[in-house]
T-cell receptor
Framework: EADIYQTPRYLVIGTGKKITLECSQT?????MYWYQQDPGMELHLIHY???????EKGDLSSESTVSRIRTEHFPLTLESARPSHTSQYLC???????????FGQGTRLTVV | RKEVEQDPGPFNVPEGATVAFNCTYS??????FFWYRQDCRKEPKLLMS???SGNEDGRFTAQLNRASQYISLLIRDSKLSDSATYLC????????????FGAGTRLFVKA
């Protein structure tokens, strides 16, 4: 099993709330990614990081932000949640030289 | 045009059938290729890497054609447990390593 963890697994919040989705990995991977996936739909890359203090926006425009202060931790923050943010958010990590991506179990977010 | 394109399916096949999935990618600088499997409401997991020489893992065979920028996955003797979404994945090292997922092809294997 991969050592990459996401919390919370499920979250229901009200519109306008600020939330942070946590992602941590204990494998020492330098590359980390956040994907958004609606049920039955494809994965969309929203943010990625090549290492500490490195963050980039992905292909899908997102109103979220990320930070990478420590190698093992890559949190994603929504400053003001909206119903359109309702989705599943998947975090993944890859080690340079080993190109298999390991995924967390995801956070299912519902904004009401 | 999407960087990685797959037939979305769904593919509905009987047990024991052979099924093939195709995938094309647009960036000729792509360096690594994979097939992932994603079960309903689960995270994607690596099924197999794809090498230029082609590779086989039991009932699964993956092939890569760099000239045509085409990747395939063949499943022989389909099992009910093969029902899932199969994601074609391409790795690019262009100013940093980027992993791009295709939209996935859904497979339903029926008894």
């Amino acid at each position: 099993e991969a050592d990459i963890y996401q919390t919370p697994r499920y979250l229901v919040i009200g519109t306008g709330k600020k939330i942070t989705l946590e992602c941590s990995q204990t494998m020492g991977h330098d590359k980390m990614y956040w994907y958004q996936q609606d049920p039955g739909m494809e994965l969309h890359l929203i943010h990625y990081s090549y290492g500490v203090n490195s963050t980039e926006k992905g292909d899908l425009s997102s109103e979220s932000t990320v930070s990478r202060i420590r190698t093992e931790h890559f949190p994603l923050t929504l400053e003001s949640a909206r119903p359109s943010h309702t989705s599943q958010y998947l975090c993944a990590s890859i080690m340079t030289g080993n190109t298999e991506a390991f995924f967390g179990q995801g956070t299912r977010l519902t904004v009401v | 045009r999407k960087e990685v394109e797959q037939d979305p399916g769904p593919f509905n096949v009987p047990e024991g059938a052979t099924v093939a999935f195709n995938c094309t990618y647009s960036n000729s600088a792509s360096q690594s290729f994979f097939w992932y499997r994603q079960d309903c409401r689960k995270e994607p997991k690596l099924l197999m890497s794809v090498y230029s020489s082609g590779n086989e893992d039991g009932r699964f065979t993956a092939q890569l054609n760099r000239a045509s920028q085409y990747i395939s996955l063949l499943i022989r003797d389909s099992k009910l447990s093969d029902s899932a979404t199969y994601l074609c994945v391409v790795g690019q090292n262009t100013g940093g390593f980027k992993t791009i997922f295709g939209a996935g092809t859904r497979l339903f294997v029926k008894a």
